[in-house]
């Protein structure tokens, strides 16, 4: 072959070359617009229908038609909706948006994965703040024990509109002033309030402050020694049912736990002296 004859061959390759991208390029555009055509489809039959069951299976086509975060969003909130969470993880997770990431958020507090969940509530705050992620994120953080941020969260809800019943139980429950006279009351009612709203572990930190900073009484020592004996820990119980004696020495329940208490720490004497005063100052 001369050189000429390279060069032409040369061009004329180039050319076939171009020509078949132009067409790749051609049919995929044409390929991704039909796609999005029947996504967008499959996501308005998903509107106009009632059952679940057939919202779910236009939304999966639409999203394995067209995998992106229109699709994936509302894939991933009907599935959140319908209590399949691992899976609606999934879709949502590849969702960076505000919306997106709330919905993440409230994901991973139904799977009670909650680091996971403050973590997402956060990136959802970035984009746009609003109550409901305030919300979420100060719930998360109950459910992990930190009072101290769940109040700084729920602060910055304080005067917005609107702030739901849920908001201002929380934000009550949560607000403590351990330098009131009335201190001791405050943390007795914040644990049976936290608890009451399905934050254990938030109640257990509020006792455990409130021990800090010595703003226990009677109740707040009974509270304590429950916890302990829940754990098994009945020579801490027992310390704890010793403050409450110290402080209302004719108390019945401190009796009738104690007498409890020294049966499991082997004190078989003082279990039933306990039981025996117990019975004398409930006749």
Same mark, same amino acid.
């Given at each position: 072959?001369?050189?000429?004859?390279?060069?032409?061959?040369?061009?004329?390759?180039?050319?076939?070359?171009?020509?078949?991208?132009?067409?790749?390029?051609?049919?995929?555009?044409?390929?991704?617009?039909?796609?999005?055509?029947? %996504?967008?489809?499959? #996501?308005?039959?998903? /509107?106009? &229908? +009632?059952?679940?069951?057939?919202?779910?299976? =236009? !939304?999966?086509? $639409?999203?394995?038609?067209?995998?992106?975060?229109?699709?994936?969003?509302?894939?991933?909130?009907?599935?959140?909706?319908?209590?399949?969470?691992?899976?609606?993880?999934?879709?949502?997770?590849?969702?960076?948006?505000?919306?997106?990431?709330?919905?993440?958020?409230?994901?991973?507090?139904?799977?009670?994965?909650?680091?996971?969940?403050?973590?997402?509530?956060?990136?959802?705050?970035?984009?746009?703040?609003?109550?409901?992620?305030?919300?979420?994120?100060?719930?998360?953080?109950?459910?992990?024990?930190?009072?101290?941020? %769940?109040?700084?969260? #729920?602060?910055?809800? /304080?005067? &917005? +509109?609107?702030?739901?019943?849920?908001?201002? =139980? !929380?934000?009550? $429950?949560?607000?403590?002033?351990?330098?009131?006279?009335?201190?001791?009351?405050?943390?007795?009612?914040?644990?049976?309030?936290?608890?009451?709203?399905?934050?254990?572990?938030?109640?257990?930190?509020?006792?455990?402050?409130?021990?800090?900073?010595?703003?226990?009484?009677?109740?707040?020592?009974?509270?304590?020694?429950?916890?302990?004996?829940?754990?098994?820990?009945?020579?801490?119980?027992?310390?704890?049912?010793?403050?409450?004696?110290?402080?209302?020495?004719?108390?019945?329940?401190?009796?009738?736990?104690?007498?409890?208490?020294?049966?499991? #720490?082997?004190?078989?004497?003082?279990?039933?002296?306990?039981?025996?005063?117990?019975?004398?100052?409930?006749?």
């Amino acid at each position: 072959m001369s050189k000429r004859e390279k060069i032409e061959y040369g061009i004329i390759t180039g050319i076939l070359i171009v020509g078949y991208a132009f067409l790749l390029a051609f049919a995929f555009t044409r390929l991704n617009e039909w796609r999005l055509a029947e %996504a967008r489809e499959y #996501l308005g039959k998903a /509107k106009i &229908t +009632d059952s679940n069951q057939e919202r779910l299976l =236009s !939304l999966e086509r $639409a999203a394995l038609l067209y995998p992106s975060e229109e699709t994936y969003l509302p894939t991933g909130v009907l599935l959140l909706e319908t209590g399949q969470y691992d899976i609606a993880s999934r879709y949502l997770s590849r969702v960076k948006t505000a919306e997106g990431y709330y919905q993440l958020g409230t994901t991973y507090y139904n799977l009670q994965q909650y680091d996971r969940a403050v973590s997402a509530y956060m990136n959802s705050n970035e984009s746009a703040t609003d109550n409901r992620t305030y919300l979420g994120l100060a719930k998360s953080y109950l459910k992990l024990g930190n009072v101290d941020q %769940a109040k700084s969260i #729920l602060s910055h809800t /304080k005067g &917005t +509109d609107p702030a739901t019943p849920e908001i201002s =139980s !929380l934000y009550s $429950a949560t607000s403590l002033n351990f330098d009131d006279a009335e201190a001791a009351k405050q943390v007795v009612a914040a644990y049976n309030n936290l608890n009451k709203l399905g934050y254990p572990q938030a109640a257990k930190t509020v006792l455990q402050e409130a021990q800090k900073k010595e703003r226990l009484n009677r109740e707040s020592y009974i509270l304590l020694a429950n916890e302990e004996m829940m754990k098994g820990e009945y020579a801490l119980a027992y310390d704890y049912l010793q403050s409450a004696r110290s402080i209302d020495p004719y108390y019945p329940q401190i009796y009738k736990q104690l007498a409890t208490i020294c049966q499991r #720490l082997g004190k078989v004497e003082e279990a039933n002296q306990n039981l025996e005063y117990y019975n004398k100052i409930t006749f």
